[in-house]
């Protein structure tokens, strides 16, 4: 199937050029999932819920999300340790990483982490799920995503789209957060994580509000369905010309 294809669809360059070496004929077409805006009902009523569930939250002047599978892929030891190195800095500050879970041997390996470090300032939960989860969003000053490696990554877009400043691995593959002001891209290693907590912790209200914004003009200029709807009745009207006068 894949060696008559006309065209193959890849969520972002970096994915394509992974796949490069497997020598697929079909013609390279990059397009990136549309993003749904997020609709939570009564976000009042929400945020009380997840306070009175994790107190913790509410003693913290910035909150750090970890919103993914809990799953070595996407990184939550290396984020714990670096978190563990800056906290000392940032004694106001806090981690909370809702995680699907997915792998017991990982989770238990992270939560041996939490505990070595005492626990403090870090909450792990498993028991959100479902479109409820997505409140975690509003409780949350900075959203992190250490990655090892993603195709395209609907939680960083749904992130961007509620306006979150974003702290994300290269291995993401979405350098236009740094490079539109959204926040920042950092190697997947505890040294570039821990650097950039650093950098975005030490931000203040305003230069946050800024990241803000533009995280949400990431989304608005590259994201909606209709920029990829456009997209993408443009890459198969092309296919089917080239097929026409093939």
């Not at 939550?76 to 906290?87: E, H, K, S």
């Not at 195709?151 to 509620?162: H, K, M, Q, R, T």
Request: glycine share 8%; charged share 20%; with cysteine.
């Amino acid at each position: 199937m894949l060696g008559r294809t006309d065209a193959i669809l890849y969520g972002t360059q970096d994915e394509a050029n992974e796949a490069a070496h497997l020598g697929l004929p079909g013609k390279v077409v990059i397009m990136p999932n549309g993003f749904s805006p997020l609709h939570i009902p009564d976000p009042q009523s929400a945020q009380a819920k997840l306070l009175r569930q994790y107190p913790e939250l509410g003693d913290w002047d910035r909150t750090v999300l970890f919103f993914s599978r809990l799953h070595p892929k996407k990184g939550l030891d290396l984020l714990i340790d670096a978190f563990g190195r800056v906290r000392h800095e940032f004694p106001k500050a806090g981690l909370f990483a809702a995680a699907i879970a997915q792998d017991r041997e990982y989770e238990a390996k992270v939560r041996s982490q939490i505990a070595q470090l005492g626990g403090a300032n870090i909450a792990l939960t498993t028991e959100l799920s479902g479109p409820e989860a997505k409140s975690v969003f509003i409780v949350s000053d900075i959203f992190a995503l250490p990655s090892h490696q993603e195709g395209f990554s609907i939680a960083i877009v749904e992130a961007a789209g509620a306006g979150i400043p974003l702290l994300i691995t290269n291995t993401c593959h979405m350098q236009e957060v740094e490079d539109d002001g959204a926040g920042y891209v950092v190697p997947a290693t505890v040294d570039g994580l821990a650097n950039g907590l650093r950098q975005i912790l030490s931000a203040d209200d305003a230069a946050l509000e800024q990241m803000s914004g533009c995280a949400k003009n990431v989304v608005a200029a590259r994201y909606t369905w209709d920029r990829v709807a456009v997209r993408l009745i443009d890459a198969y009207e092309s296919i089917l010309s080239q097929r026409r006068h093939g």
